[in-house]
């Protein structure tokens, strides 16, 4: 799609946070897969992910990471695999410091909705507070008072879901109820 590699290339001479992140060294910001009825919206380029692999979800070895295991687990209740979604990041660029997640996603929230007007998902699904904090114009107190819940954002239904991080205790039992649930009809 010529108009999201233009848009990687605005990413790329992006300087808002320059003192603030490392840049994604790869070419595109944009994992694209089969079907774009749903997005996946991540926080940030995983250090041990996509930054180095250029692959989403996989390390430089090609092997899907913990988390991409548990997200492929949820995604198989609505028979999907992780490379038949599009994936995106809210964050374009590598944060030096979690600190400055806030700040660096308001600068990249353009960019964001420029890619999901191209892309025009049915539904996005953002991982974590971070990635959520960044498409939603809401505010509220603890994540989890807004996981499962559906909010209309600029044409695009969005759901926030718990980060599939093994580490989480919530990662697939907070998780596998939403995925139970979404319809793409």
Request: hydrophobic share 35%; charged share 30%.
């Given at each position: 799609?010529?108009?999201?590699?233009?848009?990687?290339?605005?990413?790329?001479?992006?300087?808002?946070?320059?003192?603030?992140?490392?840049?994604?060294?790869?070419?595109?910001?944009?994992?694209?897969?089969?079907?774009?009825?749903?997005?996946?919206?991540?926080?940030?380029?995983?250090?041990?992910?996509?930054?180095?692999?250029?692959?989403?979800?996989?390390?430089?070895?090609?092997?899907?990471?913990?988390?991409?295991?548990?997200?492929?687990?949820?995604?198989?209740?609505?028979?999907?695999?992780?490379?038949?979604?599009?994936?995106?990041?809210?964050?374009?660029?590598?944060?030096?410091?979690?600190?400055?997640?806030?700040?660096?996603?308001?600068?990249?929230?353009?960019?964001?909705?420029?890619?999901?007007?191209?892309?025009?998902?049915?539904?996005?699904?953002?991982?974590?507070?971070s990635a959520t904090k960044t498409i939603l114009d809401i505010?509220?107190?603890?994540?989890?008072?807004?996981?499962?819940?559906?909010?209309?954002?600029?044409?695009?239904?969005?759901?926030?879901?718990?980060?599939?991080?093994?580490?989480?205790?919530?990662?697939y039992k907070g998780n596998i109820e939403i995925f139970k649930?979404?319809?793409?009809?």
């Open positions: 799609m010529e108009q999201l590699k233009k848009i990687d290339e605005e990413i790329y001479r992006c300087n808002l946070c320059s003192d603030m992140v490392e840049k994604f060294p790869n070419s595109k910001t944009v994992s694209i897969g089969k079907y774009s009825d749903i997005v996946i919206l991540g926080e940030a380029p995983a250090n041990n992910g996509w930054r180095k692999s250029g692959i989403a979800w996989y390390d430089v070895n090609h092997k899907l990471l913990p988390s991409g295991i548990v997200l492929q687990k949820l995604l198989d209740e609505i028979n999907l695999k992780i490379e038949d979604t599009y994936f995106l990041e809210a964050i374009k660029c590598f944060p030096k410091d979690r600190k400055y997640l806030n700040k660096c996603g308001e600068n990249c929230k353009n960019y964001l909705f420029k890619q999901l007007n191209i892309i025009k998902p049915k539904i996005v699904l953002s991982l974590g507070d505010k509220y107190k603890k994540f989890s008072d807004v996981v499962g819940k559906e909010f209309n954002i600029n044409g695009f239904k969005v759901i926030p879901i718990y980060h599939p991080s093994p580490i989480s205790p919530m990662s649930k979404l319809n793409l009809k």
